[in-house]
């Protein structure tokens, strides 16, 4: 039987391009629901913005690498989970927040700011915990990353979407209310359907290596979002912080880690398998949580009807 690193998925550079830009599009559809006084109000609460990146940044990576020690996969699957957590908030954690009536200008600027501050702190974070596991040690040898290349693209792909979506909501209040639930509903299509043809492209794979990587990342994930949450209630924060605290932990730019484990890794099968398993489980994930979450009204609310 083939082993899990010579595994190469059916990702060519169109088929990234074409899930960031979904991705992208997913982001524009929740930013046409926001408004710049929202986020305003957003940084009223520095407490919550700090708890969020310190879930992110510090915490997840940190479970992540406990999660390895205690589980001990391969070394090129612990890798590429210490790489999903230390990627940038992905952005479809805003869909859930907002679908789950979290607080979306936080989970907005908390995506943001994680987004920035993962040119430093991805880097730092791979190679700090993989320098303590001697066969991520090994793998890590030859890997390099150009920061500037990541922040160039992520500020293309989250910035300009949110850009335009909130500059529309601004200058054209109607235009975006009569938008705003076709382009959602649009553009939730557009990524199930992308999401649906990756998992067929790649079946064989998922088929022959899944048992390997599926109950790990159930955990891995589980633990992220479930980590988040008790963070920020333990931190004293209001339900809807809480939620979007949840989702920013739990909700990873696996696409953007699949684009460097292809640029910096050759593709190397654990690391992408896993990478990609967790891009298709957090949205399932993600979905179950947030239709929770929406039935289940915050204090003083009913519940919300609709997604």
Request: proline letters at 4%; charged letters at 10%; glycine letters at 10%.
């Given at each position: 039987?083939?082993?899990?690193?010579?595994?190469?998925?059916?990702?060519?550079?169109?088929?990234?391009?074409?899930?960031?830009?979904?991705?992208?599009?997913?982001?524009?559809?929740?930013?046409?629901?926001?408004?710049?006084?929202?986020?305003r109000e957003a940084?009223?609460?520095?407490?919550?913005?700090?708890?969020?990146?310190?879930?992110?940044?510090?915490?997840?990576?940190?479970?992540?690498?406990?999660?390895?020690?205690?589980?001990?996969?391969?070394?090129?699957?612990?890798?590429?989970?210490?790489?999903?957590?230390?990627?940038?908030?992905?952005?479809?954690?805003?869909?859930?927040?907002?679908?789950?009536?979290?607080?979306?200008?936080?989970?907005?600027?908390?995506?943001?700011?994680?987004?920035?501050?993962?040119?430093?702190?991805?880097?730092?974070?791979?190679?700090?915990?993989?320098?303590?596991?001697?066969?991520?040690?090994?793998?890590?040898?030859?890997?390099?990353?150009?920061?500037?290349?990541?922040?160039?693209?992520?500020?293309?792909?989250?910035?300009?979407?949110?850009a335009l979506g909130?500059?529309?909501?601004?200058?054209?209040?109607?235009?975006?209310?009569?938008?705003?639930?076709?382009?959602?509903?649009?553009?939730?299509?557009?990524?199930?359907?992308?999401?649906?043809?990756?998992?067929?492209?790649?079946?064989?794979?998922?088929?022959?290596?899944?048992?390997?990587?599926?109950?790990?990342?159930?955990?891995?994930?589980?633990?992220?979002?479930?980590?988040?949450?008790?963070?920020?209630?333990?931190?004293?924060?209001?339900e809807r912080d809480?939620?979007?605290?949840?989702?920013?932990?739990?909700?990873?730019?696996?696409?953007?880690?699949?684009?460097?484990?292809?640029?910096?890794?050759?593709?190397?099968?654990?690391?992408?398998?896993?990478?990609?398993?967790?891009?298709?489980?957090?949205?399932?994930?993600?979905?179950?949580?947030?239709?929770?979450?929406?039935?289940?009204?915050?204090?003083?609310?009913?519940?919300?009807?609709?997604?």
């Amino acid at each position: 039987m083939m082993h899990i690193d010579q595994a190469h998925l059916n990702f060519n550079p169109q088929a990234l391009l074409a899930l960031n830009l979904t991705l992208a599009l997913v982001m524009f559809g929740v930013a046409l629901d926001l408004k710049l006084s929202d986020f305003r109000e957003a940084l009223k609460t520095p407490k919550a913005l700090a708890i969020g990146l310190v879930s992110h940044h510090i915490l997840f990576p940190a479970a992540t690498f406990l999660l390895v020690l205690l589980l001990d996969p391969l070394p090129s699957i612990g890798l590429g989970m210490l790489l999903v957590s230390a990627c940038p908030a992905g952005h479809i954690s805003n869909f859930f927040t907002h679908r789950a009536g979290g607080n979306a200008a936080l989970s907005v600027s908390i995506s943001t700011l994680s987004t920035v501050g993962a040119v430093f702190m991805m880097p730092l974070n791979v190679a700090f915990w993989a320098s303590h596991h001697e066969g991520m040690r090994a793998i890590m040898r030859d890997f390099s990353l150009d920061p500037v290349s990541m922040l160039v693209d992520v500020s293309i792909l989250l910035g300009l979407p949110l850009a335009l979506g909130l500059f529309i909501s601004h200058r054209y209040p109607a235009l975006a209310k009569r938008a705003l639930k076709p382009m959602r509903i649009f553009s939730l299509a557009v990524f199930a359907v992308f999401v649906s043809g990756a998992l067929l492209a790649n079946w064989k794979f998922f088929i022959a290596f899944g048992a390997m990587v599926v109950g790990l990342v159930f955990i891995h994930n589980a633990c992220a979002l479930s980590g988040g949450y008790a963070l920020a209630r333990l931190s004293g924060l209001a339900e809807r912080d809480c939620r979007a605290v949840a989702f920013e932990t739990g909700i990873q730019n696996s696409g953007l880690g699949l684009v460097l484990i292809f640029n910096f890794f050759g593709g190397l099968g654990g690391m992408a398998i896993v990478t990609a398993w967790w891009g298709i489980w957090h949205i399932f994930a993600g979905m179950t949580l947030s239709t929770y979450w929406m039935k289940k009204p915050l204090p003083g609310q009913a519940a919300r009807k609709g997604a």
